[in-house]
């Protein structure tokens, strides 16, 4: 090898590290999701290929990334929603709620006229959410979306109900589990109340009705003694008793904006506490480790949960009586069901809790958990924890025919093969 030979390979070292330190690196919008979409933050909507399979279209981030980019010209649309809510950019406070902007670089937008640091593009408010009626469900349930509304009553959607109006419980609900849902945003506000929309005819406070003490005497009213019922509703070791649980919870959404949407009343249902913080808690982590792992094949999750009868406790008599926490509503579910759907592989699985510590069987689907890991690790057959069967969605299908129709053709197992499309290769000539 020649010394020109070595200086020439020099030279095109040399000239490659300053192409790649000269590349347009700014010709990118970056935006970092834990930290720059937060307190009074506007929502960035972005129409290009993030937009979920129901059509929502936050920016998100995906699984192995917490950094979203965006093309410089790249069109993003920013949103403070809430009724009385404007934009106030870099102090300037603007009379409109939804501006059309467009990625200049690095972390510039351009809203109009101008062009703003993204930290400057702020709303004079917390975005809010709200709550939109539309229609009914089958069965007669009422359908409402939580959700942010747009100008031109354009609606931002991020759970739908079907809600069970003469006993206000969500009979099911649904959403979109994005990947990477790891990379979400911490709430720290956990005391933040429930929003009381369609509950605020009740005789007394939710606060009345999910109190130990107070549980004993209602379900004492219903079993005929409140002596029998302190056998079961156990106030000493709190755990016996029922907690307040949100069927989509605050932690299967990315940022604190939609967490916070989460906080309605529309969206809980009772449970008992050992069950709650025991196997329910463990099944919604492990199904967002699965959201998140990257070695699963890149897809967002769309999940169904809901309820299922009424539970029941036995009087003195030994009759099981239905379990209301108020005359006729607000009834404790005897199964609480999950569905977890992968909507490009059609795979699902059902998971199907029993909401009751003294009670075991759910004996109306064939349980498949030994067919799919969901379940290994944990013991989903300790009852005071709440007992946890698997069944396919077909066979759910069966016990359970309000469940909307989607297409699916095969058990989604925890451990689902990752096959990625093989790359086709030109043959040689
Ligand atoms: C607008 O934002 C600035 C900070 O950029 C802040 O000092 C000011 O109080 C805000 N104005 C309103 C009306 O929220
Ligand atoms: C919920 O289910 C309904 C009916 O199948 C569907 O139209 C809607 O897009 C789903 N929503 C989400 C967030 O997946
Ligand atoms: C991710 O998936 C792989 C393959 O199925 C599995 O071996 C691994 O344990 C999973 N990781 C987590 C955190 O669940």
Redo the contacts with the bound molecule.
């Keep these: 090898m020649s010394f020109l030979d070595t200086k020439f390979k020099l030279l095109v070292c040399f000239l490659y590290i300053l192409g790649i330190l000269l590349q347009p690196s700014e010709s990118v919008c970056s935006i970092d999701l834990r930290s720059a979409i937060m307190g009074k933050s506007p929502l960035l909507l972005h129409s290009g290929d993030n937009v979920l399979p129901d059509g929502t279209a936050f920016l998100l981030p995906r699984m192995n990334s917490v950094i979203a980019t965006l093309h410089a010209g790249e069109e993003v649309e920013f949103l403070c929603a809430g009724a009385s809510n404007k934009f ?1 950019l ?2 300037d ?1 603007r009379d409109v709620n939804y501006i059309q902007g467009y990625c200049v670089s690095g972390s510039n937008f351009n809203l109009g006229q101008h062009s703003y640091s993204l930290d ?1 593009i ?1 709303c ?1 408010e917390e975005v809010k959410s709200s709550v939109k009626d539309v229609g009914s469900c089958t069965g007669g349930s009422k359908r409402l979306q939580i959700g942010f509304s747009k100008p031109n009553n354009e609606f931002i959607k991020l759970i739908d109900i079907c809600l069970k109006g003469s006993s206000l419980i969500p009979s099911y609900l649904n959403y979109t589990l994005v990947e990477g849902i790891d990379n979400r945003q911490m709430l720290e506000e956990v005391d933040n109340p429930d929003k009381t929309d369609y509950f605020n005819n009740l005789p007394n406070s939710m606060q009345y009705y999910y109190t130990c003490s107070n549980q004993q005497t209602i379900v004492g009213s219903i079993l005929g003694s409140k002596a029998v019922a302190s056998q079961k509703i156990v106030c000493s070791d709190s755990s016996n008793y029922f907690v307040k649980v949100h069927l989509a919870p605050s932690s299967d959404f990315v940022y604190q904006q939609q967490q916070r949407s989460a906080r309605y009343l529309i969206n809980t249902i009772p449970m008992w506490e050992s069950i709650a913080n025991g196997n329910w808690q463990k099944l919604e982590n492990e199904i967002r480790l699965y959201a998140s792992n990257i070695s699963r094949e890149s897809s967002d999750l769309i999940i169904y949960a809901g309820t299922l009868d009424v539970t029941t406790l036995p009087d003195n008599n030994r009759v099981q009586k239905s379990i209301y926490l108020e005359n006729n509503k607000l009834p404790v579910p005897q199964w609480v069901w999950k569905v977890v759907y992968e909507p490009q592989a059609r795979e699902g699985i059902v998971f199907i809790l029993v909401n009751n510590p003294y009670h075991l069987k759910f004996a109306r689907c064939r349980c498949v958990c030994a067919q799919t890991k969901w379940t290994l690790g944990w013991n989903r057959q300790e009852k005071n924890k709440g007992y946890i069967y698997c069944c396919t969605v077909e066979n759910f299908r069966n016990v359970y025919s309000a469940l909307p129709q989607f297409e699916v053709t095969g058990l989604l197992k925890k451990d689902r093969p990752y096959n990625p499309i093989p790359v086709e290769i030109e043959p040689q000539k």
């Design positions: 106030n870099s102090g406070v400057k702020s004079k």
